[in-house]
């Protein structure tokens, strides 16, 4: 039984560039949330995705932009990127819109974004 | 706004019991969870305990709420090096879709 999966594992951008990023749900989830985590610190969460919509954010700027497909993946967008959206970008899965404990969300190994 | 704080560092000798803190703010937090991550991986759900509980065992694991003062602790018994990783404290409300982490303790087992 697949996890969630992330991808890429790695990338390197400049500043103002655009990046995208991807997941795929645990097998059998059909909620993806998106957080980021930047060094020394814990995740903070950006936005969810159910339904292909997006049912809550974060506070986050609207540099950063979701989607999700049909197949209940996911991608997370951010454009005119600033250093300080460095960080380890992490991808959550869940079954329907999670209300704690055992509809938890499950993580990705996530995607380490540097920009220069 | 709400916060989640936790000590940044925990040394144990190996075979000792390890116990990890976590204070929060937010009196409407329904559910708390502790997430364990290793270098270079993302957070794997250890435990979680739902705020009506004040206690749950689990293997080596023993979470204990104090709701009242809003802690959170994490107790491993027999820590082993293999434990060594960074813990993270979370609680989330119900029907609420994010959840709200610290800032993680490095736990460091020492042989």
């Known amino acids: 039984d697949a996890g969630v999966t992330q991808s890429p594992t790695h990338l390197i951008k400049t500043r103002g560039q655009q990046v995208t990023l991807r997941c795929s749900p645990k097998?059998?989830?059909?909620?993806v949330s998106w957080y980021q985590q930047a060094l020394g610190q814990g995740p903070q969460f950006i936005f969810q995705?159910?339904?292909?919509?997006?049912?809550q954010r974060g506070n986050f700027p609207d540099r950063f932009s979701g989607h999700q497909f049909p197949n209940y993946s996911s991608e997370l967008n951010v454009n005119a990127l600033l250093l300080g959206d460095s960080a380890l970008y992490l991808c959550?899965?869940?079954?329907?819109?999670?209300?704690?404990?055992?509809?938890?969300?499950?993580f990705g190994p996530g995607t380490r974004l540097l920009v220069l | 706004g709400e916060d989640v704080e936790q000590s940044l560092f925990l040394s144990v000798r190996e075979g000792d019991s390890s116990v990890i803190n976590c204070t929060y703010t937010?009196?409407?937090?329904?559910?708390l969870y502790w997430y364990k991550q290793e270098p270079g991986a993302g957070l794997q759900l250890l435990t979680y305990?739902?705020?009506?509980?004040d206690m749950k065992q689990d293997q080596r694991l023993t979470v204990l709420l104090n709701k009242k003062d809003k802690h959170l602790s994490l107790r491993i018994a027999d820590t082993q090096t293999g434990d060594s990783a960074i813990y993270f404290c979370?609680?989330?409300?119900?029907?609420?879709?994010?959840?709200?982490f610290g800032a993680g303790t490095r736990l460091t087992v020492k042989p």
């Open positions: 959550a899965s869940s079954l329907g819109i999670p209300s704690g404990g055992k509809e938890t969300q499950y």
């Open positions: 979370a609680e989330s409300r119900y029907n609420n879709n994010d959840m709200r």
């Open positions: 995705y159910y339904e292909e919509e997006e049912r």
């Open positions: 937010d009196s409407s937090s329904t559910y």
């Open positions: 097998s059998g989830h059909d909620t």
């Open positions: 305990i739902f705020s009506n509980m």
